[in-house]
């Protein structure tokens, strides 16, 4: 099946920087989402970004589709920025989405 | 306010005790969809529905049964919970099928 990778697993900024965290996919895909699991449990869905670019706040992402990949850019970290941030793919037809196994972000203040 | 909706939030139970965690969203989403998360597995699908009366199972269905006999309602059914089914479980709708995700709140489960 389709194996999704995130890098990097665990990130610490301070408040104020900049990042980039990155999702690979190894075989083409339909749908892309990113979502931030807050420290209380929930998951937000950030991004529905199956290709091109959306921006969002201090928030931002990128799909190269053709490429395997996408990207999330947070500006201007907050704390409340902390949390582990998931990409999911769904492959044509299959109505599954697939999950990477995350990347945590600690934001200190 | 759109929303999906999942009861209880934290549940202790025993071995064999059946149970039903219920899902409910108000955006007439056709899609629905039961995840359970783990440390170190991270998020894997349990079932899901592409629309009433139309259930299929994911990657993990081993021991859970569900229904879609209306829209807005999916729960997810452990007959005979076991220890292993401990987990984080979160209930997710979206329209259209494949589109974007909104998830519940979460529910954790506790089988002793």
């Known amino acids: 099946g389709i194996q999704v990778e995130q890098s990097p697993p665990d990130l610490i900024l301070q408040e104020g920087a900049n990042s980039t965290l990155r999702c690979n996919f190894s075989?083409?895909?339909?749908?892309l989402q990113w979502f931030h699991q807050n420290p209380w449990g929930q998951l937000i869905n950030l991004f529905y970004?199956?290709?091109g670019t959306k921006q969002n706040g201090r928030l931002s992402a990128t799909t190269v589709a053709t490429e395997r990949y996408s990207l999330l850019y947070i500006s201007s970290s907050q704390t409340t920025d902390s949390g582990v941030y998931f990409c999911?793919?769904?492959?044509?037809?299959?109505?599954?989405?697939?999950f990477g196994t995350g990347t945590r972000l600690k934001v200190l203040a | 306010e759109a929303q999906v909706t999942q009861n209880p939030r934290y549940l202790i139970t025993v071995t064999g005790k059946k149970l039903t965690v219920t899902c409910s969203q108000n955006m007439n989403h056709e899609y629905m969809s039961w995840y359970r998360q783990d440390p170190g597995l991270g998020l894997r699908q349990i079932y899901y529905s592409m629309n009433v009366e139309v259930t299929d199972k994911g990657d993990v269905p081993e021991g859970y049964k569900v229904s879609r006999k209306e829209k807005r309602n999916f729960p997810l059914i452990l007959e005979s919970p076991s220890p292993n089914q401990t987990s984080l479980y979160f209930c997710?709708?979206?329209?259209?099928?494949?589109?974007?995700?909104?998830f519940g709140s979460g529910t954790r489960l506790t089988v002793v």
């Open positions: 997710a709708s979206s329209s259209p099928t494949g589109g974007r995700y909104t």
């Open positions: 970004i199956p290709s």
């Open positions: 075989d083409s895909v339909n749908n």
């Open positions: 999911a793919v769904e492959r044509g037809g299959t109505y599954k989405y697939i």
